[in-house]
């Protein structure tokens, strides 16, 4: 359960309008003190990459089912 939390809350946090997606800025956000129950459940989570790239696979293709469905890819990264 506190994995769900955490993984919600970076979620939450990197699709919000908060200007910068750092681990504080994201914490905040969440109403978090600082960014320590994200760095930890960055650094210790255990979760399978297959199983996650395959359920992200099946919402897009599901999501994209319809006749009228657009999907637009848009790689702007931030300057370093």
Not at 66 to 75: C, F, G, K, P, R
């Amino acid at each position: 359960p506190a994995s769900r939390e955490n993984l919600r809350a970076m979620v939450r946090g990197l699709l919000s309008e908060v200007p910068r997606k750092n681990l504080w800025q994201l914490a905040e956000a969440a109403g978090h003190p600082n960014p320590d129950r994200l760095q930890g459940f960055l650094a210790k989570a255990a979760w399978d990459a297959d199983e996650l790239r395959d359920r992200v696979r099946a919402h897009a293709v599901a999501a994209l089912a319809a006749d009228d469905a657009v999907l637009i890819a848009d790689e702007t990264g931030d300057i370093k």
